[in-house]
């Protein structure tokens, strides 16, 4: 069975400053993991996956998450932030069975 | 494109009334699972089917029924409700049921049991 923890329920941040969101997961074996970003009051949606090769992730709206394997880590960055980034993010990791789990979640709250 | 569509968006419910959370999805989507979101928990996996008229358990299946007649339609049943069932549901479908698939979601059905 495998475990996701995000580090951070709540990470306030101000508008045009980086953020980084952390994401560890527990499993002996090879996993694939997704990013998913929840607006107030809609589904979620994904931001990026990393299935194999590169370790560096690029997504949609400038986030990018680095995959270490040592660590069993898979942290959310963007470079700068707007305030339309104001969501919920999701870390979520599958096995070869398709099932998805998630985290907490982490609610990023931009700030001008 | 329609995506995947629940309905209602909202619902109140007395305890031990029954209802059913409809899911439609128009992408031809093999893999539908239902989950709930609940306050610091992330979202857990109730039911899910890897096709028409095959369903299985997930992680928090006690209290609610799942059928998959059609590939499209995937509704969840609450069969008497209790006020731990007052959550935020979410329906997702997958194109084939493979681990490295994202999932598409829909907008959710906000759920309240008095």
């Known amino acids: 069975a495998q475990s996701v923890t995000q580090l951070d329920s709540q990470v306030p941040v101000f508008e045009e400053a980086p953020v980084e969101l952390r994401c560890n997961y527990s499993?002996?074996?090879?996993?694939?993991l997704f990013w998913y970003v929840q607006y107030p009051n809609q589904g979620l949606q994904l931001l990026l996956k990393?299935?194999?090769?590169?370790?560096l992730v690029k997504g949609i709206n400038g986030f990018e998450a680095e995959f270490n394997k040592s660590q069993t880590s898979f942290h959310l960055r963007k470079p700068s932030v707007h305030i339309s980034d104001t969501a919920e993010y999701f870390c979520?990791?599958?096995?070869?069975?398709?099932?998805?789990?998630f985290g907490a979640g982490t609610t990023v709250t931009v700030r001008a | 494109n329609a995506g995947v569509t629940q309905t209602p968006k909202f619902q109140v419910l007395k305890t031990g009334q029954s209802m059913t959370l409809q899911c439609a999805q128009d992408?031809?989507?093999?893999?539908m699972s239902w989950y709930r979101q609940d306050p610091g928990m992330g979202l857990r996996l109730i039911h899910y089917?890897?096709?028409?008229?095959?369903?299985d358990q997930g992680e928090v299946p006690n209290g609610y029924n799942v059928s998959r007649s059609t590939t499209e339609d995937f509704p969840l049943r609450l069969l008497s409700a209790a006020p731990s069932q007052t959550s935020v549901y979410f329906c997702?479908?997958?194109?084939?049921?493979?681990?490295?698939?994202?999932?598409?979601f829909g907008d959710g059905t906000r759920l309240s049991i008095l």
């Open positions: 997702a479908s997958q194109r084939t049921p493979y681990s490295n698939q994202p999932q598409h």
């Open positions: 990393y299935l194999s090769g590169s370790t």
């Open positions: 979520a990791v599958s096995l070869n069975d398709y099932k998805l789990s």
């Open positions: 499993s002996s074996v090879s996993v694939y």
């Open positions: 992408m031809n989507h093999e893999y």
């Open positions: 089917s890897v096709g028409a008229g095959i369903t």
